[in-house]
């Protein structure tokens, strides 16, 4: 079954309006949850690590204040895209490690902007 | 130089072949290793580690060449579940919580 869980699986919104996604691990505890985003045709790029009680570490290039990353207990990590733009339309997945190295991966969140 | 680069690709096969990916990684210090296989508008999953003695999962097989920097995966008598697209993936030392670096992916395509 899945471990980890991804909500929505698909947004369609209107440019300017703010999209919250969800991603919570099923029956353990992740202190550290990734964000990534991915292009038509292209690979997973990491946008941001969050850390459960801390400030999220942001990858080169990714704005802070457009992608608000909120991990408020060691089951949820929420990313929220302000003010999205058609250019913002992607496909965004979360992951969090279980054990070692190996990274579990949500469902994804298709997010599309008119 | 990207840091985790694979075989362009597509790889089109028909079933029953065997078929290889090469990934080559740019930071020495990198301490594991993954290939992951994503399907079209899906999220990928995990199809094995690899391992710096090589390992075999069923028809799958992985080796790791850590003085060239180089991983392989080879699939053998391929089934046409196995289309999808192919991802080398590797965490870098120095992250301890786990960064990982994605390879652009291959395609592969095996028909009947």
């Known amino acids: 079954g899945a471990v980890v869980s991804q909500h929505p699986s698909r947004v369609i919104c209107k440019s300017g309006t703010s999209v919250k996604i969800e991603c919570r691990s099923l029956d353990f505890q992740a202190t550290t949850m990734f964000w990534y985003r991915q292009f038509p045709k292209q690979s997973l790029m990491l946008m941001a690590t969050s850390n459960e009680g801390s400030k999220a570490t942001y990858e080169q290039g990714v704005e802070k204040d457009k992608f608000l990353i909120n991990h408020a207990s060691l089951t949820l990590s929420t990313l929220t895209v302000t003010s999205a733009h058609p250019e913002d339309s992607s496909f965004y997945i979360c992951?969090?490690?279980?054990?070692?190295?190996?990274?579990?991966f949500g469902a994804g969140t298709r997010l599309s902007v008119l | 130089r990207k840091e985790v680069e694979q075989d362009p690709g597509p790889f089109n096969v028909p079933e029953g072949a065997t078929v290889a990916f090469n990934c080559t990684y740019s930071?020495?210090?990198?301490?594991?290793f993954f290939w992951y296989r994503q399907d079209c508008r899906k999220e990928p999953k995990l199809l094995m580690s690899?391992?710096?003695s090589g390992n075999e999962d069923g028809r799958f097989t992985a080796q790791l060449n850590r003085a060239s920097q180089y991983i392989s995966l080879l699939i053998r008598d391929s089934k046409l579940s196995d289309s999808a697209t192919y991802l080398c993936v590797v965490n870098h030392s120095g992250t301890s919580y786990g960064k990982l670096t994605f390879g652009q992916g291959t395609i592969l395509t095996v028909h009947p």
């Open positions: 690899v391992y710096s």
């Open positions: 930071n020495s210090a990198s301490q594991s």
């Open positions: 992951s969090a490690k279980r054990e070692g190295d190996i990274q579990y």
